[in-house]
């Protein structure tokens, strides 16, 4: 398996409702991370998870919650969020050490996202 | 922190070559990587610089001088379906996207 999938791949939810991503790679990657991509930009750094602890988390509002259940899963819980919030939402994993360099990214298809 | 620049688009005919420049500055450097965009899709990475020089893939090659804090992405015998946005990022602490350059290929 050398792909990372991401569910759903399409998602429409309103300002008060809960929601989740999930992130998936069987690749033996322990690192896994989250993007947000907003049309014509490039992908912004929201959180990395290192062997499944919280590593980075770039000053992302409380409103996105990062959880990192095994080394195979990530997910992002989104709560009450805004309409700017509205993106294209990218997981991405990479490998560790022995191949590429290790921070070498494989991206999954996104999942995109519309705060109404 | 980290700064990258690239330029914003690039037209170019099928069948030639095509170099993308990007220029950095970073407080700390363990790599650059160039990866491929699609609209609407996700990035996909093409290749890697560690030590200074040329790396060779293919009809892709990419190029780093870490001195200078330049690389380029050389795409030859272009072909429609290269048509893309091409992401230089680097790779420090974190790594860092560029704006990416938005390449059309046209017939």
């Known amino acids: 398996d050398t792909e990372v999938t991401q569910t759903p791949k399409h998602l429409v939810m309103g300002m008060t409702n809960k929601k989740s991503l999930k992130c998936e790679q069987h690749?033996?990657?322990?690192?896994m991370y989250w993007y947000k991509q907003k049309a014509k930009k490039p992908p912004e750094l929201m959180f990395v998870y290192s062997y499944e602890k919280l590593s980075i988390n770039e000053s992302v509002p409380s409103r996105f919650s990062p959880e990192c259940p095994n080394s195979s899963l990530l997910n992002l819980h989104l709560h009450a969020l805004q309409p700017e919030d509205s993106a294209l939402y990218l997981c991405a994993s990479s490998p560790p050490s022995g191949g590429p360099p290790t921070d070498t990214q494989y991206f999954g298809p996104g999942t995109r996202l519309t705060v109404l | 922190g980290q700064n990258i620049d690239q330029p914003t688009e690039m037209t170019a005919t099928e069948g030639a070559i095509v170099q993308i420049n990007c220029t950095y500055q970073?407080?700390?450097?363990?790599?650059l990587f160039w990866y491929q965009q699609h609209a609407g899709e996700a990035p996909t990475f093409l290749s890697y610089?560690?030590?200074?020089g040329l790396e060779e893939k293919g009809r892709f090659s990419s190029f780093l001088s870490r001195s200078k804090g330049y690389s380029y992405l050389l795409l030859k015998e272009l072909q429609m379906k290269d048509s893309a946005s091409y992401l230089c990022a680097v790779w420090g602490f974190k790594t860092i996207f560029g704006a990416g350059t938005r390449l059309f290929v046209k017939a």
């Open positions: 610089n560690v030590l200074d």
């Open positions: 970073t407080s700390g450097f363990n790599g």
């Open positions: 690749m033996g990657h322990r690192a």
